[in-house]
């Protein structure tokens, strides 16, 4: 990894970090929330941090909540910055896997496990964001705690109209 890119790389997690606690605030906060299909934007009451879009994923073996994506631009970045929060007794050795209409699966690691679950994030270039801008639907696959392969379809309906709210 060059030294350029560890730098930007360490204020990328400091502000997922951020990011993340704003967003298991928010889920307690009575903040404004706006649809735009499939996705919630969610800003707080006061004005006070950038506004957030969010999907909850249900599992497909039995209709329950399983994963929350959260999207941001923490102003700590120049970059966009997706959150995944999962639920605990997820394998953590193999990461996570995004992606896009079939396209080219990225890897990334867990960061954190907490009380709402665990957190995998990184950072939204612009061809991934043009991506999720012009495609249907996602997928995020883990391996579960019975060490089965998990892919949980992520919905982009709506993903352009909130993105472009929280882009202010």
Do not use: H
Not at 14 to 22: G, I, K, R
Not at 122 to 127: I, Q, S, T
Request: charged share 20%; proline share 8%; net charge neutral.
């Amino acid at each position: 990894m060059s030294p350029r890119f560890v730098l930007p790389m360490r204020a990328v997690l400091f502000a997922f970090a951020m990011l993340f606690m704003s967003t298991a605030a928010s889920a307690q906060d009575s903040g404004k929330v706006e649809t735009f299909q499939d996705w919630e934007v969610r800003c707080p009451e006061q004005g006070a941090g950038a506004c957030e879009m969010t999907q909850l994923v249900d599992s497909p073996e039995n209709g329950k909540p399983i994963l929350r994506v959260v999207m941001g631009y923490p102003p700590e970045v120049d970059t966009a910055a997706m959150v995944f929060i999962l639920p605990l007794g997820t394998r953590l050795a193999p990461g996570v896997q995004f992606q896009v209409d079939g396209d080219q699966p990225r890897r990334f690691p867990f960061q954190i496990c907490l009380e709402q679950g665990c957190r995998a994030d990184f950072p939204v270039d612009d061809a991934l964001r043009n991506k999720l801008r012009s495609g249907t639907q996602a997928t995020v696959s883990l391996i579960g705690p019975r060490g089965d392969r998990i892919d949980l379809k992520v919905s982009l309906q709506g993903f352009t109209n909130a993105d472009n709210r929280i882009r202010n």
